[in-house]
Structure formats: structure tokens, C-alpha cells
């Protein structure tokens, strides 16, 4: 599975590159940490799966996920977030999202379900998370 990671923190960046790393048949094939980055890349590399924060260095994870269906990505996008708030759940649902992670709560819970995702491109937000 070809990956690509939104996250304005290097940190997390950096610590998701590592847990992933480590998983047989998942490759990081790009990283960005705001609106305009995550948009070129991902359709620079057409991956299998984005992982996206809603808070970005500039722009939001919301906008990026509206901006990639709009676009007609129809790769697995998995939100990995500390906007937890049903309401961001509910607005990701509704724009597209195929999971939703607390990074408090489910950090290495979205390693477990990428690694479980294997070939498949696309899940309902209710199988994931």
C-alpha cells in the first residue's frame, strides 16, 4: 500500500514513518504539512491511502479532504486528529472520510487498520473507526 502522510507536526510525522515503517507492504511514498503540499503530493503520487490532520500549518485537513474528492481521488482517506468532536467526525463523513482517529486515544490504531487494509482502496467510515 502506497501512503501519504498529512501532518503539520514533524514530530508525528516522524513518529508514524517509523510505526509504518516497520510494517510489511505499506510505504510512505509522500509527506506534507499544509493544505496546498498535501493536495500537490497526493496528486503527484496517487497513493492508495492519505492520512490527513484536520489542524494544518496553513489551511485544514477538512479543506484538503473536500479538495481530493472534488478532485475525483478516490483513494482510502483516514482522518488522524485531536479534534475528536462529533462534529468533525460528522462533517469528515460527510465529505468523504473513511476513518476517524483520536491521536490521544487510537494513535496506533490507525498503523493496525492501514496494515489490515492491505490491497483493499476503499472502507465505510463504520468499518474503521
Given at each position: 500500500m502506497r501512503l501519504v502522510l498529512v501532518e503539520d507536526?514533524?514530530?508525528?510525522?516522524d513518529c508514524l514513518q517509523r510505526m509504518l515503517g516497520q510494517s510489511p507492504g505499506i510505504e510512505v511514498v509522500?509527506?506534507?504539512a499544509d493544505e496546498d503540499e498535501a493536495v500537490l503530493v497526493?496528486?503527484?503520487t496517487v497513493p492508495d491511502a492519505v492520512v490527513l490532520d484536520i489542524a494544518l500549518a496553513s489551511g485544514s485537513g477538512i479543506g484538503v479532504l473536500e479538495r481530493l474528492r472534488n478532485a475525483g481521488y478516490s483513494g482510502c482517506i483516514l482522518m488522524l486528529t485531536q479534534n475528536s468532536q462529533r462534529f468533525?467526525?460528522?462533517?469528515?463523513r460527510?465529505?468523504?472520510?473513511?476513518g476517524f482517529f483520536d491521536k490521544s486515544a487510537e494513535f496506533t490504531?490507525?498503523?493496525?487498520?492501514?496494515v489490515e487494509?492491505?490491497?483493499?482502496q476503499r472502507l465505510k467510515l463504520e468499518d474503521v473507526a
Open positions: 507536526s514533524e514530530l508525528v510525522r509522500g509527506q506534507a497526493v496528486q503527484r468533525y467526525r460528522e462533517v469528515c460527510k465529505l468523504g472520510a473513511d490504531s490507525i498503523v493496525e487498520t492501514l487494509l492491505g490491497g483493499k
